[in-house]
């Protein structure tokens, strides 16, 4: 695939023949690794390689892969479902673990073989490690620098809440965040960079105007006032989608140590956002960038045929897309899709087909490695797929979309992979790669100021889709709990209210 | 390019804190799977850890999800036959075909949640609530074993216990106390000869002076000849030997093997007895074992013979109460040990012991910590269980009785004689 007709560098003697690795043979692949993406302009923060054992990438596993984080009992479940599941090989563990920071920290399993070391650091340290430093998401809303420090900060501060308050009271709070983590994330400011002392200082500050604010807020005389004039004034004016935010900000009754604790998990949260909106181009760039490196590590001879045979056979399973109706299929596979979309980027680039010229007249005929770097730092899975997936990998994949409606008892395939249905297909799988598609929209809507103080949030149904009722109410009850007065949860479709949780003090209601 | 760092050797356990707080949190949950599980479990299986299987709904992280209902446009790769316009039937239970995967996630969640917990979890998890019901004796065990403690100073020791301070201390002591008396004549001398300067100068003065000035140099020369430190002076850290308290405690296992316990009653008692063990020796730093068999006479046996030898014949309860008595008398001093019996019968007992079991029994409790003894049978009261059950009222403290009829019962019954007593 990769060809490089004009270039042929002359050949060179491999770095090893042996498949068992050792540090002095990883330090030798590292810098050629290093030079050749070097050559194909991988801009990366340094990295930092760092062997483990299974045992301590099962840690790494139940830490939500950070390399430091504050101790919560569901991580320890996490531990304890992957320990089981390992040890009965019900499932492997991942090759590498790859961590977002800077210097960029990347773990890699030492039962790897050389070949599979060569593989993930090109993976890890190169293709993931570009994407973190240069995509647009990750550099407004993450600080490579100071995450560590910031987790150090989270993890003692949590442990010293721990021993003030006790592990039950830390706990119920951080449960109650978990639960709201995903609806913690701030879309507009972003955070800034602060060592662990400032850290310290801020928040002690912090701490002392909060709890100004809420009583300035709750500081009303109860003056009789015309029932029109309370919807006048809402509170919040603007429905809030930061839902933890406006806890932290807001919540009557919360001590200041449990504010911080709000803030910290809301912190990890916005840090991980980006993540999980770019599961697709990471994976899909990593996988371009270790395929073309080994390749022209090959081209200039210093990795063997026996080499090329065993990273292909990786690779390719790790690519491989099981279609819908194999007993392996579990979704469509990010690193395919993103795989096959960063090849046919390069494709369309280099080599262009009528269609291609129709399709994507500002990028037919481009130097390849200025439009791949366009794509990967301007887009995110949802508008990278909008705005790239391709007729022809619509048609090797052969994508098609159907419709479920819950109101029939059938499902209608409303496009497939022909001239008719290649914009449809594309815009229904950007849609599944929306967060604000796949999670539920939910604002706090309104808070009443001057009579019992409750809390009523909204969710905007999309199309039509309803909360699952059990862990709604779940969530609710947490909710409730941190903000300490009733709380009311509206689905709404169409500016009509469909349904109702509401949670008091006394219990669930409806 | 990039640092190399081999980690494998840091600590691993980075999780072991958020795993004990999953236990921790689940406590409950884990102490009825184990409770379950002790049904099953082989006698010898005491020595390993334990599967746990917890409901997954029990341990579920909420969040807010779509449920079902409302439309759901899913893109699925691998069309072979579809074409626009298609209609299929929805798939049943929300796996296999069209694309359930994205739409519902109650599929999963029916699973429990295994994990596996080891020996000391699982022992924590089993006797969690459960307390020795009487105080334990703690008492000095003689010459086992001796913490070295730190006491006062002796003038002989090893020179890595040399204590500065305190030889110094006493050496500016005796440098004062032998100086004192010196010092004072040369104080008063050295004022004589002061005055002396102011007078005028006479043959007698000039007498006076060298006299003096003589005096002085033989009191100066004595005092430079103390010594700044003696032999005498020298202290050390004094360490000594002191014996820590040790609990001990011996159990009594006795147990009726006439021709009426069948081998699935023994096994029940020695699932019984295991239990028991295990908890002694979770309380206590040394746990002895005596074990006593008997049909119509008493015999002390290994445990070897005590669970595997066949015997037939009658039962003679009080022959074992006998015994168990004089082991106690020559063997383990009530004021030393803490003394636990536990007794398990099918209740056959002949008629004419009962008068002497109940003499014996009523002899033996004052020198136990606890009596327990539990009722193998199927069927009602038999004739020990009647003898014995006057001494509940009495010895409520002190003994304990209860029927098991299956291996189910046993984890339930020992966990309400050790029952916590709220106080």
Redesign the interface.
Known sequence: MAEHPKREPPKREPLSTESDWTFELLQDYEREIARIAGNFGLDTYPNQIEIISSEQMMDAYASAAMPINYHHWSFGKHFLGVQNNYKRGRMGLAYEIVFNSNPCIAYLMEENTLTMQALVIAHASYGHNSFFKNNYLFRTWTDAESIIDYMLFARNYIAECEQRHGIDAVEDVLDACHALMNHGVDRYKRPYPLSVEEERLKREEREVILQQQVNELWKTLPVAEAEAQQHEHRFPEEPQENILYFLEKNAPLLEPWQREIIRIVRKVSQYLYPQRQTKVMNEGWACFWHFHILHEMYREGLVTDGFMMEFLQYHTAVVYQPPFNSPYYSGINPYTLGYGMMQELRRISESPTDEDRAWFPDIAGTPWQETMDFAMRNFKDESFILQFLSPRLIRELKLFAVVDDQDKDYLEVSAIHDEAGYQKVRESLSANYDLGNIEPYIQVYNVNVRGDRALTLRHEMHRGRPLEQGSAEEVVRHLQQLWGFDVILESVSGGEVKSRIVHSELGIGA | ????????N?P????A?????????YREQIQRSVADNLKGRQITDNDRGEQISIPTKD??????????????????????E?????????PQGGGG???G???S??GEGMDD????INQQEFLDALFDDMELPNLTKRQLSGLEEFQRRRGGFASDGAPANLSIVRSLRSATARRIALGAGRRRELRDLEAELAELAEMPQTPEHDARRAELLERIEVLREALSRIPFLDDVDIRYHRHYNEPVPHSKAVMFCVMDVSGSMDQATKDLAKRFYILLYLFLSRNYDRTELVFIRHHTVAKEVDEEEFFNSRETGGTVVSSALDLMKSIIEARYSPAEWNIYGAQASDGDNWPDDAQRCTALIRQILPLCQYYAYVEITESGDKPLWQTYSGLEGEWGEVFAMQHITGPGDIYPVFHELFRKQSA
């Open positions: 390019m990039g640092f190399l760092i081999d980690r494998r840091n691993k356990q980075k999780s804190v958020n795993r004990q707080r999953f236990l921790r949190r341990i579920g992280e909420p969040q807010f999800h779509h449920g079902r209902g409302g439309q759901i446009t899913h893109v699925v790769p691998g069309n072979e579809y074409t626009r316009g298609d209609r299929i039937p929805r075909g069209g694309g995967q994205q739409g996630p109650d949640f295994v994990f596996q």
